[in-house]
């Protein structure tokens, strides 16, 4: 890099902070020049017919108001000329003092000559413009005048002092965000006063003032060819939609900028090429400093840089800016992806036989979600129903979880690799896109400081709840959607003008919620009730910003449910009136957390004790509470500590709140007789609610506890003296140490009968018949469903582990309505006694047979099968045949 003219000062300004692998080498070579009040920056290539006049013309302007410009200078940046623009540059710098220039070896682009001459500025205000001066110069008056407003020292400094505390107040010190191409964490996505589009000055100081083309106003003198037109306008258009809303003409070439802001903006800018404009137009919005768009003349120069194929290549710099992942960000993910594989590395070790050992008989079920749907989708059949399992009555599936937003696009993994991959791959990849949605929102709500929302998206997807839910329930373990639905309502809570944005906002979030309902309804409905106490109490909290936020919610909550309820209203109503629909699944009035279950260790965690746990939990998948008493300490400690946070105060309420529902309709005081009435008996019984096992409302205390985990470690960060920051660190690490959750361990499942693998059944199944195994599936013992998902659905079952109706209420229960002869295969299969076979005995089997419309009857080797053989034998009145590994019954007379 060669220059001419005076050097660079020694250090950057305020507002301007260099941050390490800047391009400090931009900066001009020489002695310390002195702050100046107007930098003027140009970037010129293979321009020696034109760049001469553009210099004349800008010094002469200048000269003319010397009492307005003040000390100026001019910055021209060669990038990498092939032609004489180099010599002419020189020349200028030679008769003006005020004019540097800069050369850049090769031509990098638009965007890196920029970069370099505003990084080398030195003024309090810095202009950016063309070498074919399209507009002209004397268009600087206009946006100067609109910039003064902002760029006096006074107003200016009070403005940015009033930012700083505000983003200190809501985020502490935040590390720069510019490089990211997401929004910032607060930022309103929508047209705000950043922006003014008619030139007639924003409602409070802008930091850069833009020439428009686009604006009334505005003046063409010379316009394009009518083509290049079109184009520029579409590629604005595109442009606006996709990365700066708000901006009717990011691509003028002539912008004012106040002179801190540019240098910080431009040193965190990475684009090179013609997408400059719009990268620093996205970090002034990030950054909440305001942007005017000011009419200006133009006319369009022969010879122009300028080609139509360059609007195609801003929108892939736009794509590359709005995607770059940064390093961090992609290393939590990588860390997210390693830990999930780490939890299931047991089950992905032996895909063929392992099983994982707590999820009782969900495995199986969920295998059979996957290969039911994928069977459904293959043969274009209702995917809301199937006769595969509780034949002849069958399966409402929409009724049960087997969340068609992933089992359908997963339909072609399913048939190719298996349902047991598909069930590797959702635990896994869930937890792991889970765990990076909410590191993801963290960093766009919350903080800044990577470091700290990793870890509290990491206690909210990996807390112990989930992680118990992990074993079993894939639908309360991936919950991708719901941090995505938290951010589109806190949108919808920032549109204060109602417009257009409160409909688009809202139809997104109607589209998400619906996509979460084919994924879980009851995560949606826990989530719902999350948000809507933790609305509650931060209303209580700043019952102005509730005021404010209120109606454009309401707005976009009523656009939500336009999109959402024509989407789900069929699904919907086929689950609740469909064919074996059901009103309820009652779990009794005991399912609600002990007080103690949330001091206590979970019994996969790194020091639990599973003896002790399992007293505490209705099972090893419903560990809904188990935080641990060290994090429970640690909360009320960052609770204490940043209580005047009103954020805090609503997090807290929220996890209090939650807490308590949790703990069911009866209360007992731990080591007490004590029982006290919980607030849960007001929603035990209304409609959605007397559905749910209350225990899992905990759950909701995950996300929020998170938060204020990241909230305190970002705070901890700036602690000092370093001792401070050293305790608080480590009080962290003992709170989350001894809930770190452990390898999710597994047993081998039994093969499948040779009777069924290699299709022998079909000889004794007829059309309209079932095979039925022995004993019956059930929630207890569904291992005959893996004999379906994994040879493909060749044979109906009855019976089975789904939730379906029972009795002329239709109250929901687990497994199909029972009957005598199941219920007695059962009892013997768990080491019941044998009662005496006698003709009512045989009758009955004979009646339920029928029912069943049994084609064979197949005893699989288990515990207790000598038992079933003899019980089976008498009830059908002859010996089986032992054929295929299992003992077989052909059943012609119940057909």
Sequence with gaps: MSGGGPGPRAGSGPGAPRTPGAPSAARVPGAVRAAADLSVVVPAYNEEHRLRPTLDAIRAHLRADPERWGDWELIVVDDGSTDGTGAVAAEAAADEPRIHVLTSE????????????????????????????????????????????????????????????????????????????????????????????????????????????????????????????????????????????????????????????????????????????????????????????????????????????????????????????????????????????????????????????????????????????????????????????????????????????????????????????????????????????????????????????????????????????????????????????????????EAADGGRHVVRDGALLGLFVTYQIFLGEEPLLLAAMGMLIFAGAYALVRPDVARAALRPLLRGLGVALAVCLPLVAFPLYWQFFGPQSYHSVLHGDNAGNSPLAFLEFSGRALLGDESRADTLALNRTEQNAFYGWPLTALAFGIVVWLWRSALVKALTGTVLVAALLSMGQRIRIPFTDVVLTGPWRALAHQPLFESVIESRVAMICAPALGMLLALAAERMADLEPRTHRTVGLAAIAVALLPILPTPQPVRERPDVPRFITDGMYRDYVGEGESVVPVPLPSPAEAEALHWQSATGFGFSMPDGYFNGPWGPERMGIYGAAPRYTSNLLRDIRYGARIPEIGPSWRAQAKLDLSFWKAGVLVLAPQDNDAALYEVVTKLVGRPGQRLGGAWVWDMPTAR
């Design 106 to 493: 090769e031509n990098r682009g638009k965007g890196h000559a920029l970069r370099l001459g505003v990084l080398a500025s030195y003024g309090r205000r810095v202009l950016v413009t063309d070498a074919d001066l399209a507009t002209p110069i004397e268009e600087l008056d206009r946006l100067d005048a609109l910039l003064a407003e902002g760029c006096d020292d006074g107003r200016d400094r009070a403005y940015e002092e009033d930012s700083a505390e505000s983003a200190d107040s809501a985020h502490g010190a935040h590390e720069d965000d510019s490089a990211d191409g997401d929004d910032g964490p607060h930022e309103r996505d929508d047209e705000d006063r950043a922006y003014e589009g008619d030139g007639t000055g924003p409602a409070y100081p802008p930091a850069a003032v833009i020439g428009s083309r686009a604006l009334p106003g505005s003046r063409i003198d010379v316009h394009q060819r009518p083509l290049r037109e079109w184009l520029g306008r579409l590629g604005n258009r595109l442009i606006r939609l996709v990365a700066v809303r708000g901006v009717y003409d990011t691509q003028c070439g002539f912008k004012l900028f106040d002179g801190d802001k540019a240098r910080a903006a431009f040193e965190a800018s990475r684009l090179d090429g013609w997408g400059i404009d719009v990268e620093i137009l996205r970090h002034f919005r990030r950054a909440g400093w305001p942007v005017a768009e000011v009419p200006v003349r133009w006319s369009h120069q022969s010879g122009s840089k300028v080609r139509p194929v360059d609007y195609g290549r801003v929108l892939l710099e736009l794509v590359r800016l709005r995607t770059r992942v940064r390093p961090v960000d992609l290393a939590v993910a990588s860390f997210f992806l390693l830990a999930s594989v780490l939890l299931y590395k047991g089950l992905w070790a032996d895909l063929d036989h392992a099983y994982l050992a707590d999820s009782m008989q969900d495995q199986n079920q969920w295998e059979w979600f996957f290969a039911v749907t994928a069977d459904n989708v293959t043969h274009l059949r209702n995917p809301l129903f199937t006769t595969y399992q509780g034949f002849p009555d069958g399966v409402n599936l929409m009724a049960n979880t087997v969340m068609l937003g992933l089992s359908v696009p997963l339909t072609p993994v399913t048939l190719l690799l298996g349902p047991t991959v598909t069930w590797a791959l959702v635990l896994t990849l869930g937890l792991t896109a889970t765990a990076v949605a909410w590191y993801w929102l963290f960093v766009r709500r919350l903080t800044r400081v990577r470091p700290a929302a990793a870890l509290g998206a990491a206690l909210a997807a990996f807390a112990p709840p989930m992680m118990s839910h992990g074993t079993a329930h894939p639908n309360f373990l991936v919950l991708f959607m719901v941090p995505v639905i938290i951010d589109r309502a806190l949108r919808l809570c």
